[in-house]
């Protein structure tokens, strides 16, 4: 069978966790920082290492099957691919942003006003969306400085803790987007059944990584207002425990919720509560 080819990026804020969630879902490869391809040895896919804006393009003229790349980029390209899985990081959110002593105070004021850039194709929909008349001036790097060197009114760029703009005397405006990387893939690859071996296996990474196995011993007297604090999960595990009258517990807890419901389970008389990771949940 044909070997499918997988892009990521080469190197930046989402190689490494591309490449630690393909290897946590069983691939065994190189991370070459001086190749461009590496082959897996136990699963018939090819790595790409990319520049992540080549990445929504290769996808969809199927030089590469799959992509790990940034929302903001695919949509940036205005390509046409298949989303086939969103990955939990990478997480930023695209922004306005104005000066600290900026006069400009609602989205009107921003018309007859120039913004700089690198996302001039999402900054363009999202001002005729708006009715809003300003000039984009796009650049390629380092757009937060361009507001303190005239060269813009405000700025429209990736923004994940606020940091740089506090750090440039910028302040946020207006969200526009948010983003996080995703699996993209060519129009029609999901039918694969390769990628969809794959699929299944990031799917039971990311389906792990946002539970816990939680083991608790309780009296037998605590056990029903403990399962009461359970309703999520079908059936917790009961084990009789050496010391008579006592139970042990073992649930899995989305980690969402996660401190609110050991409070709560330990008020409702669980103790010697023990957490443990999940490495995968298969379906
Ligand atoms: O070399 P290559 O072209 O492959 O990489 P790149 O330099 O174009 O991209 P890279 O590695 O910086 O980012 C890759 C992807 O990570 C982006 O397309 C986003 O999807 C995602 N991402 C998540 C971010 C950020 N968070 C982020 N904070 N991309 C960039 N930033 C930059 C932002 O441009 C700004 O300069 O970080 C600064 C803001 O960060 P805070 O924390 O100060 O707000
Ligand atoms: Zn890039």
């Known amino acids: 069978m044909k070997t499918i080819k997988i892009a990521i990026q080469k190197s930046g804020r989402l190689n490494e966790k591309s490449v630690d969630l393909l290897k946590r879902s069983g691939l065994s490869f190189e991370n070459y920082k001086s190749s461009l391809i590496s082959p897996v040895s136990n699963f018939p896919l090819e790595i790409l290492f990319l520049r992540d804006d080549d990445i929504p393009e290769y996808v969809q003229d199927g030089i590469a099957d799959l992509g790990i790349v940034g929302e903001n980029?695919?949509?940036?390209?205005?390509?046409?691919?298949?989303?086939?899985?969103?990955?939990?990081?990478g997480k930023c959110s695209l922004k306005l942003a104005i000066a600290n002593h900026s006069d400009i105070?609602?989205?009107?004021?921003?018309?007859?006003?120039?913004?700089?850039?690198?996302?001039?194709?999402?900054?363009?929909?999202?001002?005729?969306?708006?009715?809003?008349?300003?000039?984009?001036?796009?650049?390629?790097?380092?757009?937060?400085?361009?507001?303190?060197?005239?060269?813009?009114?405000?700025?429209?760029?990736?923004?994940?803790?606020?940091?740089?703009?506090?750090?440039?005397?910028?302040?946020?405006?207006?969200?526009?987007?948010?983003?996080?990387?995703?699996l993209i893939g060519k129009n029609g690859i999901a039918k694969n059944p390769i990628v969809n071996e794959l699929l299944q296996r990031i799917q039971s990474v990311?389906?792990?990584?946002?539970?816990?196995?939680?083991?608790?011993?309780?009296?037998?007297?605590?056990?029903?207002?403990?399962?009461?604090?359970l309703p999520g999960i079908k059936s917790p595990t009961i084990v009789p425990l050496a010391t008579e009258e006592w139970v042990a517990v073992h649930t899995?807890?989305?980690?969402?919720?996660?401190?609110?419901?050991?409070?709560?389970?330990?008020?409702?008389?669980?103790?010697?509560?023990?957490?443990?990771?999940?490495?995968?949940?298969?379906?």
């Open 73 to 89: 980029v695919i949509v940036e390209k205005e390509v046409d691919v298949t989303y086939l899985q969103k990955l939990g990081f």
């Open 105 to 182: 105070k609602d989205l009107s004021d921003l018309s007859g006003k120039s913004i700089a850039t690198s996302y001039p194709v999402i900054l363009d929909k999202f001002l005729k969306e708006n009715d809003i008349d300003a000039e984009i001036r796009e650049i390629s790097g380092s757009v937060e400085i361009s507001t303190n060197l005239g060269l813009s009114d405000a700025i429209f760029d990736i923004v994940s803790t606020g940091g740089t703009l506090k750090s440039n005397g910028l302040k946020p405006f207006a969200e526009v987007m948010r983003s996080e990387a995703v």
């Open 206 to 229: 990311l389906r792990a990584e946002q539970t816990k196995y939680v083991v608790m011993n309780a009296a037998k007297s605590s056990l029903s207002a403990i399962l009461e604090l």
């Open 252 to 283: 899995v807890i989305p980690e969402k919720d996660f401190w609110d419901k050991i409070n709560r389970l330990k008020n409702a008389g669980a103790e010697g509560i023990v957490v443990l990771p999940i490495e995968k949940i298969i379906l």
